[in-house]
Every structure is written in C-alpha cells, then in structure tokens.
C-alpha cells in the first residue's frame, strides 16, 4: 500500500472513531425538517439530519416548483435611463413588447443579485429579494403567500454597489405554539424591519410601523449620504440574528471612501417585541472604554466602520452571540488609523442579555488588505485529545481557520505572532510588524506570492506570468501597500467569503470552500479640488492596472477553486478536491495538449449544504449541456458521487427540508431574464 493510502485509510479510520464518541447539544436544523434559519441552526452549520436524498437518487432530483423573483415587476427603471421607480406589470410588458431585448435595459441589475438563502417554518419559505422586498412562499407548491415591498430602493442603491444585494430573513415566534411569528431582516436604505409572518404586514408596535432606523445615534451616520459610487453609504445586506427576543442585525458601511470620516459599525441588540435597543456595543472604544488605547492620536473619533457585515452566530445555552467584525475605514491605508485597532478583524463573543464582552481574538492588527471576517463562526463540539470542547470555529479571508475555546476563547491549538513585512512607501502608515499565525490546522489556500507561485503549465506561460508580476511589489502574506501596487493573495475576497463553511456534527469535519485569487491596491495622492482628506485613495478606473495574462490564461497554478475537509478534531487535513474541472481552462489552445487534471475555477461564492450522507455544492459547469449543476460529493473522501442539472447558475446557498414526507433542497439561480428560488425534489 503506497503511503498515500495509508494516509488515506489513516483519515478515515480516526473519521470512524471520532463518530463513536457521543457529544451533547450537537448542532443542525431540526429533526422535523424545517430550516428555521439562515444556517439551518444558530451555529453556523448548514447541516441538516435529512437523509432520504441520498447517493443513490441523487442524479433523479428534479424541479418541483420555480418561483420568480418578484423584482421583476417591482423595480423598472425608464428606458432612457432614468431613476428606478416602482412600476406595475403592465409596464414591463409594455416594454417587452416594443423591444424584446430591452429588458436588459429596463430591469435594474438586482434581478442578478438573488443571494437570498430562504428559511422554512411551518410550510412556508421565508426569504428577501435583492431590493429588500420581502416574501412567503408555500414549500410545497412555490406559490406566493404574500409579498411585502418597503421600497427602500426608492431611496438608492446598497453601499458599495451598483446592484441591490440581500442574503436572507431571520424567523421569530413567541413559543411552540407560534401564535405569534414575526420576520425581520435589514434594507438595503438602513432599516430594520418587522413582518407578521402570516400576513406580511408591519408589526404593530415594533419601532415605527414596523421598522428601526439603524442610523439613528450612530455618529456621522446621515441618511441620504452616498459614496462615489452614488450607492448608499450605510445599509444592511445580510439576515440578523434572533436569539430568545433578542434581534442583533449586522450592517454594511462603505469601504469606497475618500474622506477619513466614517460611521462607526456599533453593534445592537433590539428587543424582538417593541424594537427598543436592549443595549450597544462600541465596537470602536470611545473614551476609557477597553481597547481605546489600540487607536492612536484619537484616530476612534472619526474612523468607521468595525462591524458586522456577514452572517453571525450564537449559543443560546450559553447565552452568547459570536460577531465576526470587518475592517476598519479606509481598508487599504492606515495611516489616519495608527495602533492595532480593536475590535476590526477580529471575533467577538458578547452577553446576549447585556452586550457585554466576553472575550475576543484579533486576527489581523491594523489591517490593511480587507481581511475582514467573512463568514459565520462555525460552532462545534469536537474531542480534543480525548476532552470534549464547545468550540468555535473561524474561517477567514487569509485562508486560515482558528479555533477557540467558546466559552473561554482560549485558543484550541497555539496561535502564534510571527513578524512580518513593514517595509511600504506610503508616507505615514506604520504597519503591524507582527501577525497571528495557527498552528493548526493548516491554511486551506494558497497565501502570497512568489515566483514560483506562478503558473509553469510551460516554460512559455511562466515567463509570461514572471513579466506580468514584475511593475507590482510581490511578497509573502501581510505584506504592506505600496504606491506601486502590491499583489496580495488571497484577495480582498478570500480565500473564504460569505459562503461560509458547512460542519457535520457526526464526523467533526468541517467543509471549506474557497477561491485561488489575487487582488492589487494602489495609491495616489488627491488633487486639492477632489475634497479627500485622506493623504492617500485609490487609483480608480483607467489609471489602475494589475498582472495581466495574455489569452485569458491563469497567473497563478491551479486549483482556482476547491473544497477542503478539515478533522476539527485533530487540526488534520483530511482531503482537498478542485471544485470543478475548470475546462475552460484545460481547453485552453495553449494548455489542451497537456492532458491537465481538473483544475478548479467552476465555483461562485455560495456555500455548501451538508447532511447526514452527502456534501452538497453548486457548480457553473459539468451539466448534461456543461451548464450549472448541483454536486453530491462523499464527505469522507471528497470523491464525485452524483449531480443533477440546475435550471440556471446558484447564487445563494442551498438548503433542505422535509415537507408531507418529501425532502426538498432549495436554492436560488440565475442566468435567465430573471432570477428564481427553485426547489428539488425526488419525483413523486
């Protein structure tokens, strides 16, 4: 037996062990099928006990229903161009009916956007369309309970986008007997809104018919108030959290800034009944509040940002809610931000009962490459060395994953702060010069750049990729921006992103999925007339540049994108596949002669489903027409088991229920004139 196998038998052998040892309060959606939140469960896992798809039937899923994205008859924008408007169906016919092809014109770009992963509660899926509309849909036939439009789009786009941009509701009940429900989630204009789930009307009594302002007495936030890309600076674009009755929703703060002035991303816990703040946490210390002295020359009077613009997590048994904190404003130039800068990149448990922290982790001190944190925290109890541990789990742009004690936040395994680069020419920025490294388990993606990092398909390619690389600053991770441009790998966008990891609460895996790339950042000084205060922002449009590859080919070697399984039991890798043949790389008239195994790249950013005996993943190509399917994978080896085609290309993360017997996996796609939410299902 080679050794390969040994270690592959090895893997699978601890698997087996591991599945023996009984752990209480494991996490997962609920044994009656519903998915009653964003995850499945508050912990972050994606993971759901159902099991009557399986290997076998996999690749006979069928459509059962498609429901529409009701933006299609909400938000038209005027032929010419002008403002979006709320517009009746009679209009978009119209429309059609003159040009067949001016749809694309007509219709805003949310209608690509549907990211939304929807919850299912009582035999309705709840979710939010990308122009914060929210809606109920019957899970056995797709037909529409009810649609709620706050027109929030009326006011303008997201922050930092030309397209609106949703991911999902949170569900709330006042007990077993859900004689009250009620659904919240953000707008895109800044609100936090309450539905009655059974008539999608405003709740009575919650804030102010039925909404929060979220920009209420938070400093320098004003209403209104737009980055240059004319999108919204402040809004929400990701589900809050429900934990007894308590609401904690996370919000979404312009990075796209020339001024050094931002609102800071003050995390809230609201009363779920009457929308009242329970309390704040100053996720920038003010004052002689802890981690004040982190911001020097007073830089936490008018920096921003410092929230949560993901998904979060939380233990309801130990009354804690786990905040994965992004970076701080500007991201890429800390020279008006000196010190380490608590609480920006790091991982946050407060007290759901008094917003009190508990303890916390910084990843990245004084960030400077947006490595914020952008996924939930997985929350796992694992065995380590033998010692059950409530642990949480965190993924990260950079490619690493870091465990902590949850109850403690006391590293599982060390964590390590090694120097770094500081060497950058940007005039007054004074970079970190130690970083966090884990021990364990290893990064689950490529990080920094060298050269032999570069693509070497053939001596050609790689002298190619050497002169691409050769006008930017390249070095390992961490290293600083630079006036020249710096290559930075993972990018700005992981590695790890929104998607997030899926965990299974039997084995102790933990399921990656990420991405092979690269992002570079350079800098100008402003003319006077610009209005910056920044000594330093970004060069934009045609001024910028990065590595270009001749022919579309790769910079860098391949996987571009893969799923890695990691044993959070013992920190080991236990296998890694590319997500995804990528043959529009291996078919490349320069490659295709090499014969290359799969290599990646076929993945977007929606994340895995996992249940009791499959790893679930949407991919763009492999169909029965090479269009976009949904993969079944083994989740002890990582081995291809089955895929059935998709009606268009996911753009949220999948999810399961049971219904009348009849297991469903719902996720929504793209790829026709408008988005859908689709549900599969075996053929009765």
Known sequence: MSSCNCRWFAALLHAAVVTAVPLAAQPGAPANGEWPTYSGDLAGSKYSPLDQIDAGNFASLEVAWRWQSADAVLSLATPDGGEWRTDSRLIFDELNRRDPNLWRDALPPTVTNFKATPLMVGGRLFVNLPTSVGAAIDARTGATIWVYNPKSYEEGTTTMSARWNQRGVAYWSDGPEREEERIFWGTGN????????????????????GRVDLMRDIPRATRGERDWLNALLYSVQSPPIVVGDTVVTPMSISSLNDTRERPPGWMRGFDARTGATNWTFHTIPRGDEFGNDTWEGDSWRHTGKVGVWTIMSADPELGYIYLPLNTAAPDYYGGHRPGANLFAESLLALDLE???????????????????????????????????????????????????????????WPIEERPVNTETDLVGETPWPTQPFPTRPAPFEYQGV??????????????????????????????????????????????????????????????????????????????????????????????????????????????????????????????????????????????????????GGDSGRSGPLVTRT????????????????????????????????????????????????????????????????VALALPE
């Not at 027409?625 to 085609?645: I, N």
Request: charged share 20%; aromatic share 10%; net charge negative.
């Open 190 to 209: 800044g609100y936090l809104l309450c539905v009655d789930a059974k008539i999608g009307r405003p709740c009575a009594g919650f804030g102010e018919n």
């Open 354 to 412: 008094t917003g009190e922290r508990v303890w916390h982790f910084q990843f990245v001190h004084h960030g400077l490459w947006d490595y914020d944190l952008p996924a939930a925290p997985n929350l796992v109890d694992v065995v380590i060395d033998g010692r059950p541990v409530k642990a949480v789990a965190q993924i990260t742009k950079q490619g690493f994953v870091f465990m902590f004690d949850r109850v403690t936040g006391e590293p599982i």
């Open 450 to 599: 060298t050269i032999d990092d570069l693509a070497d398909f053939t001596p050609e390619i790689r002298e190619m990729a050497v002169a691409a690389v050769e006008p930017f600053r390249i070095g390992p991770l961490y290293t600083p921006q630079s006036l020249r441009g710096t290559v930075f790998r993972p990018s700005t966008g992981g590695g790890a992103n929104w998607g997030g990891a899926g965990f299974d609460p039997a084995t102790g895996l933990l399921y990656v999925p990420s991405r092979n790339a690269f992002a570079v950042k350079q800098y100008r000084v402003p003319e006077p007339d610009e209005g910056a205060t920044l000594r330093y922002i970004e060069v934009r449009g045609a001024g910028s540049s990065r590595p270009e590859m001749p022919q579309g080919l790769p910079l860098f070697k391949p996987p571009y994108s893969r799923m890695t399984a990691i044993d959070l039991n013992t920190g080991d890798h236990v296998w890694m596949t590319p997500t995804g043949n990528g043959d529009r790389i291996r078919n490349h008239r320069l490659l295709r002669h090499l014969n290359l195994p799969p290599v």
């Open 614 to 677: 499959l790893l679930i993943y949407a991919l763009t190509t492999g169909g029965s027409s090479d269009g976009p399917r949904l993969v079944a994978y083994d989740k002890a080896t990582g081995a291809e088991l089955a895929s059935t085609d998709l009606p268009g290309g996911a753009i949220g993360t999948p999810m399961t229920y049971m219904l009348d017997g009849r297991q469903y996996i719902a996720l929504t796609v793209g790829g026709g004139r408008v988005p859908e939410l």
